[in-house]
C-alpha cells in the first residue's frame, strides 16, 4: 500500500442551532485502504458523511478527496466520488437493471458503455440473476446492494458508505461486508461509518471513533487496543441489582473501571484470570449471587468504553 492520502480531512466543524454535530473532526485516509468512522448513533458520522460528500457545507474547516477541495471542487470531489447513503436511494416501481441504467445516464454513461457497466456492476454486487425484476420485491439486504451498485457505476476512486448494514438479514450483511473488502482489493478507497464494532474490527486498515461530534481516538485496531493497555472487559449479571457488589468490586485490586448499564455490570481488568476469583469473593461477601459472566479479550469496544466511560451500543 501507498501512503498517499486518498482524504484529508481537517478541523471540520457543523452546529445545527445549538448542536454541535461535528467538532473539529480531522483524519487522513491513505488511497487503497478502508478506513471506518466507529460509533454509536448521534456521533456525527453521518453529517461528517454528508460534508465530504458537498451536500453540506461546514461552518469550518475543509477537506480534499483526491486532491479536490469540498469548499472550492464540488464537481471536482464528486467525479473521483460514489456514496452509498443510509437510505436507500432507488425507484421500487424499476428493476434493479432499470435502475442502474437511469443512474448511469445521471453520470453521463450511454450506450453499449452503459450496458455494459449496469452488467458488471449487477455481477459485482451478485444480482445478475434478478436484475430484470422490480426492486420493490426485493428484500432489504437486495435493495442495500443495488443502493451500492448506483455508487460504483461510474468507477469512482473512492467510496463513502454510511451505515450499510443497518437492518439487514446476516446473509446480506455477510455479502455487503465481502463486497467492501473484494473493493479494496480491486484498489478503491472504502470510507465506512459504522456502530457495530465488529464490522469495523474486521474490515478497517485504520479506525476512527466519533462521540459527540468529536474524534476520539483514531489507528489500527492493534493501536487503539493499547489504549486500554491490553485491558480484559468482563460482563457479569446479578440474581438481584446489588449496588454493594459494584462498590466493593470497583475497590478490587486488579479492576480498572466498572460501569452498569441494563442490568449489566461491565468491568475492565488487567488480568481477568487474577480478578475472576476476587470478583466472586467479594460479591459473596456482600451476599450477591453471580448468575452470568462474559469475558471478552480487549477489543474496539473496551477501547470505546475507556475513553466515554459507556459502552459502545445503539
Known amino acids: 500500500m501507498n501512503d498517499v492520502s486518498a482524504i484529508e480531512v481537517l478541523n471540520l466543524h457543523k452546529s445545527f442551532g445549538g448542536n454541535h454535530a461535528v467538532q473539529g473532526v480531522s483524519f487522513n485516509v491513505t488511497q487503497g485502504e478502508i478506513f471506518s468512522l466507529l460509533g454509536p448513533n448521534g456521533a456525527g458520522k453521518t453529517t461528517t458523511i454528508s460534508m465530504l460528500s458537498c451536500l453540506l457545507r461546514p461552518d469550518d474547516g475543509d477537506a480534499r478527496i483526491m486532491g479536490h477541495s469540498i469548499r472550492s471542487d464540488a464537481m471536482g470531489v464528486k467525479s473521483v466520488l460514489g456514496v452509498v447513503p443510509q437510505e436507500i436511494a432507488l425507484y421500487e416501481d424499476l428493476t434493479a437493471h432499470e435502475n442502474l441504467s437511469f443512474w448511469g445516464k445521471m453520470y453521463g454513461l450511454r450506450g453499449t458503455a452503459l450496458k455494459k457497466r449496469v452488467d458488471e456492476v449487477l455481477e459485482v454486487i ?46 446480506s450483511r455477510r455479502s455487503i461486508l465481502d463486497s467492501v473488502v473484494a473493493l479494496k482489493d480491486q484498489g478503491m478507497t472504502v470510507l465506512y ?34 489504549l486500554v493497555g491490553g485491558q480484559t472487559r468482563i460482563d457479569l449479571t446479578l440474581l438481584m441489582d446489588d449496588g454493594k457488589a459494584v462498590e466493593a468490586w470497583r475497590k478490587t485490586d486488579g479492576v480498572t473501571h466498572v460501569t452498569t448499564e441494563n442490568g449489566t455490570i461491565t468491568v475492565l481488568v488487567e488480568d481477568s484470570n487474577l480478578v475472576l476469583p476476587k470478583l466472586f469473593e467479594a460479591a459473596t461477601k456482600q451476599s450477591a449471587r453471580i448468575t452470568s459472566v462474559d469475558i471478552r479479550e480487549p477489543n474496539l469496544e473496551a477501547v470505546f468504553l475507556h475513553m466515554t466511560g459507556r459502552a459502545l451500543r445503539d
Open 126 to 171: 451478485g444480482l445478475l440473476d434478478r436484475a430484470n425484476e422490480r426492486v420493490g420485491k426485493y428484500s432489504g439486504g437486495m435493495k442495500r446492494r443495488v443502493n451500492i451498485g448506483v455508487a460504483l457505476l461510474h468507477k469512482p476512486k473512492v467510496i463513502y458508505m454510511d451505515e450499510p448494514t443497518v437492518g439487514i438479514d446476516p446473509q
Open 193 to 226: 461509518t459504522t456502530h457495530y464494532m465488529e464490522e469495523a474490527q474486521e474490515l478497517s486498515n485504520h479506525v476512527a471513533i466519533m462521540d459527540h461530534g468529536m474524534m476520539i481516538a483514531s489507528g489500527t485496531h492493534d493501536e487503539l487496543v493499547k
